[in-house]
């Protein structure tokens, strides 16, 4: 079978489903092409974009999570993976706070960045 992994933004409580922005949920299945996760998470990190050429496109979401703690965890997670939160509570939805899921916004800003014109 293999580990399922999502990406968190713990600060904005936020969350990306690699099946929701038509990647695999494995590790590695959700990098090295243009609209993985990874991608999209280079995006959201973006702290200066808009400055020069060969920036992204402009949507909300790009660098909105600039500064923010963010985390990869996945459904092996075990409670102290990360200091001072329940890693394993946080992917399944259990840790007492609403991770909201952006994925269809962030697959809204990938297929704009990424588009064959």
Known sequence: MGQYHKLF???KK???KGHDIDNGLKLMEQVGFEKCT???LWLLLAAS???GGGDAKPHKLVGSWAGDRIAIIGDYAEENDIKGMDASAI????SGEDYTNIS???L???NREFVRE
């Open 104 to 106: 269809m916004d962030v």
């Open 9 to 11: 933004n713990l600060d």
């Open 108 to 110: 809204d800003m990938l």
């Open 38 to 40: 990874a991608s999209a």
């Open 49 to 51: 974009n808009g400055r």
């Open 14 to 16: 936020q969350f990306v």
């Open 91 to 94: 992917y399944r939805g259990e």
